[in-house]
């Protein structure tokens, strides 16, 4: 790599205030898409809630991709309102900020390895298939719960790799019981006055179909690879054309996944740009032009859903056959 490379991923690394505005924007849209649901459903304008709906599913798994740019602490460059989005977003999304970032650290530390504990049972070639099919299941099909389950899992169990102080655990349990508080009080609000429809169409079911969306974009970009690097470990997806750009934007350009792995801190703003430094090598990993191609790939694969370099032939350990003494 040149000199004029290293400065320019140097430049790259600067965070900026765009995500910040991609917050601000995206949830306030929301919510005026949530009290448009409100009005079409007194109304009874039916027609209108399923594109409602749909708009509002987007934008709430735009918002959890916000989350992830938090933890990353590249949201925004100013620290305090970086955090107090991160959190905002996770009370709506059923996350903790701390807990997430704990984990996700060890998913960029040791990428499909058992260590990988977002990507569990998927790491662990001791866990049997059966019960990665029902963990795909339930991940796909339930996300916005199972996901919250998946992280206490490795906060709580005996042998956690989580080492936090008192405080930050504190803060942990704060916000993963926050949303369960505030929401299921929301819940029984609506129910107590008869408009639980409402919040159901106006928030539930997005939220719901949301966390699926995450899921299965997880899935895309990891789930059935077998690699031992960042590049050969997440699919990369670069769709072309102006509309492809545009779809890109309003995720956060999270096609551009594979260099976020090899440069978790520049900022997603700034990925299309180190993607020109830094091109896919498509020896390594075939390039797809979309996430539906991407998903043909993976479908291939979930039947048996993997992930990392310890399903490598030569690393899955041969099972013990004890002969027969005659």
């Known amino acids: ?39 079409c459903l007194s109304a009874q304008l039916y027609w209108a809630l399923v594109p409602l709906i749909v708009a509002n599913t987007l934008l709430s798994h735009s918002l959890v991709i916000a989350f992830h740019e938090a933890a990353h602490g590249s949201l925004c460059p100013w620290r305090p309102l970086n955090e107090y989005l991160g959190r905002v977003i ?3 999304a059923f996350n903790s900020l701390t807990l997430y970032r704990e984990l996700h650290h ?14 569990w049972p998927f790491t662990d070639p001791a866990q049997p298939r059966w019960k990665r099919r029902l963990a795909a299941v339930g991940e796909l099909l339930f996300g916005t719960l199972y996901t919250p389950v998946l992280y206490l899992r490795a906060l709580v169990r005996s042998d956690s790799r989580i080492r936090v102080g008192r405080s930050r655990r504190l803060m942990i349990w704060a916000e993963v019981l926050a949303p369960f508080v505030v929401w299921g009080g929301v819940a029984g609000v609506a129910l107590w006055y008869g408009v639980f429809a409402y919040f159901f169409l106006g928030y539930l ?14 899935y895309i970009e990891h789930i059935g690879l077998t690699g031992d690097s960042w590049a050969t470990l997440t699919r990369a997806i670069r769709p072309p054309g102006w509309h492809g750009h545009v779809m890109s934007e309003s995720v956060l350009h999270e096609p551009y996944h594979d260099l976020h792995h090899r440069y978790p801190k520049i900022p997603y703003e700034s990925l299309p740009a180190a993607a020109k430094v830094d091109p896919p090598r498509s020896d390594d990993v075939p390039v797809f032009p979309s996430y539906r191609a991407a998903l043909v790939d993976l479908l291939r694969d979930l039947g048996d859903p993997k992930f990392g370099p310890a399903w490598r032939e030569e690393n899955v350990p041969m099972p013990v056959v004890h002969a027969e003494i005659a």
């Not at 060890?106 to 990507?119: K, M, N, Y």
């Not at 939220?207 to 974009?217: D, V």
């Open 1 to 39: 790599m040149t000199h004029i490379e290293k400065q320019t991923l140097r430049d790259l690394h600067r965070p900026g205030w765009r995500g910040t505005w991609f917050v601000l924007g995206f949830g306030s849209l929301f919510y005026g898409l949530v009290a448009a649901t409100a009005y």
């Open 90 to 92: 996770g009370l709506q």
């Open 106 to 119: 060890w998913h960029h530390a040791h990428l499909g390895t058992p260590r990988d504990e977002e990507f």
């Open 205 to 218: 079911l997005p939220a719901y179909l949301a966390g699926n969306i995450q899921s299965w974009r997880k």
